[in-house]
């Protein structure tokens, strides 16, 4: 069992930046695959970026490349969404999500464990 603790969202103006953080449990964290989603309001979720286990290979969904950065420290088995130039159809609920095997990063069903989710609300 993977426990993901999502936190660093809240309200920030257009053109600013938050990170957010994701704390996972388990003593194999180097292992896992990690992923970001976001789902707004009336809408499915989404991908944003994920980053596999070994050499910090990353990949990012077109909205986000350029602005957004995934980072993990497996030392703190911690993921982390760096968010610059913040528009307002960034606004949603973010989420992160574990796979502890082999994966397509985009699709949300082949992720095994998902946090509760933070939220981030982006104003004009």
């Known amino acids: 069992q993977v426990q993901l603790v999502e936190s660093g969202g809240g309200l920030v103006q257009a053109g600013g930046s938050l990170r957010l953080s994701c704390a996972a449990s388990?003593?194999?964290?180097?292992?896992?695959?990690m992923g970001w989603f976001r789902q707004a309001p009336g809408k499915e979720r989404e991908f944003v970026a994920a980053?596999?286990?070994?050499?910090?290979?990353?990949y990012y969904a077109d909205s986000v490349k350029g602005r957004f950065t995934i980072s993990r420290d497996n030392a703190k088995n911690t993921v982390y969404l760096q968010m610059n130039s913040l528009k307002p159809e960034d606004t949603a609920d973010y989420y992160c999500?574990?796979?502890?095997?082999?994966?397509?990063?985009?699709?949300?069903?082949?992720?095994?464990?998902w946090g509760l989710g933070t939220q981030v609300t982006v104003s004009s």
């Open positions: 999500a574990s796979s502890l095997y082999d994966f397509t990063p985009n699709n949300k069903y082949e992720y095994d464990y």
């Open positions: 388990g003593r194999t964290f180097s292992s896992y695959k």
């Open positions: 980053i596999r286990s070994s050499a910090g290979i990353t």
